[in-house]
């Protein structure tokens, strides 16, 4: 019997995914999207989370699918809706996504599955990325100390 899955594309519901702010060394890592939303755009890594499957370890799945690279997640940046609406204001896409900062453990950098390509971007080079203004603050999000309770 084939498993029941749901669209992401006009979906009936809300679409678990998750998406990683990933550091090393070189900087941050960036995919050029292949598939709608946001095709052939820079973004950040991720994907759907599967059924049966915790968010981190989606988390850890998908950025090692699209780039080759390990990573271990380190802590939740924030959860939020991506919704997009067609013409004719139909919910086209509903994604409901967890950001988690990951830092990088190995692996040989490599674009595949639904990333186009993937680099390494030093922090200082980012302004000459074309990335969303979402992307750019949940990176600075990441990069933010965090707060300490006193």
């Known amino acids: 019997m084939e498993a029941c899955r749901t669209r ?3 979906p009936d519901s809300p679409v678990a995914a998750v998406a990683a702010v990933v550091l090393s060394d070189e ?8 598939n709608e939303p946001s095709r052939d755009t820079w973004g950040l890594p991720g994907g759907v989370v599967e059924l049966g499957e915790a968010v981190q370890e989606a988390i850890v799945r998908e950025v090692e699918e699209e780039t080759g690279i390990r990573v271990r997640p380190e802590r939740l940046i924030t959860v ?11 919910i086209r896409f509903h994604y409901v996504l967890c950001e988690y900062l ?5 692996g040989v950098l490599r674009a595949s599955s639904d990333a186009m390509d993937a680099v390494w971007v030093p922090l200082d080079r980012l302004d ?3 990335i969303s203004t979402g992307t750019r ?6 990069l933010a100390p965090r707060a300490t309770s006193s």
């Not at 919704?83 to 139909?90: L, Q, S």
């Not at 990951?102 to 190995?106: F, H, Y």
């Not at 603050?137 to 990441?142: D, G, K, L, N, Q």
């Open 102 to 106: 990951c830092m990088a453990i190995g």
């Open 27 to 34: 900087g941050v890592l960036l995919t050029l999207r292949g």
């Open 8 to 10: 992401r594309e006009y």
């Open 137 to 142: 603050r949940f990176i600075e999000t990441a």
């Open 128 to 130: 000459s990325f074309d």
């Open 80 to 90: 939020f809706d991506r919704v997009v609406r067609d013409g004719d204001g139909m």
